[in-house]
């Protein structure tokens, strides 16, 4: 039972650091900052959650696993809370995205033409 309880841990913290790599590749090469925003606030959430998962199975149940399920739920919050306060704050400063069209319909916009 221990031996596939750690096989689980390092897959969990392998998937976690590939999520990682994969946000890191995805800031560096998107365009703009709308999608280089999403891609890591994705992947960081995912690559976080799935590590700090690998290491909760792999130490055990104990006060140490608590802390560190704490510790995920945290940045499951405040992670997205986060990126959709950036991304708001970009578009409100009209920064355009690299290509197309990006029209979303505010309240507050038709009020302020009335």
Same mark, same amino acid.
């Given at each position: ?26 800031? !560096?090469? &998107? ?8 891609? =890591? @606030? ?6 976080? %959650? ?15 696993? !608590?802390? &560190? ?8 919050? =405040? @992670? ?6 950036? %991304? ?27």
């Amino acid at each position: 039972m221990a031996a596939i309880i750690d096989v689980l841990a390092v897959f969990f913290m392998v998937m976690g650091v590939f999520f990682f790599a994969v946000s890191t590749i995805g800031l !560096l090469r &998107l365009p703009d900052v709308y999608t280089r925003l999403h891609a =890591t @606030s994705k992947g960081d959430t995912l690559g976080a %959650g799935l590590c700090l998962l690998g290491a909760i199975l792999h130490i055990g149940w104990s006060m140490t696993s !608590l802390k &560190l399920f704490m510790i995920i739920v945290f940045i499951w919050t =405040t @992670s997205p809370t986060a990126s959709h306060l950036i %991304g708001k704050a970009a578009y409100r400063a009209k920064v355009r995205p690299a290509s197309g069209e990006f029209a979303v319909f505010d309240v507050r916009d038709e009020e302020e033409q009335q």
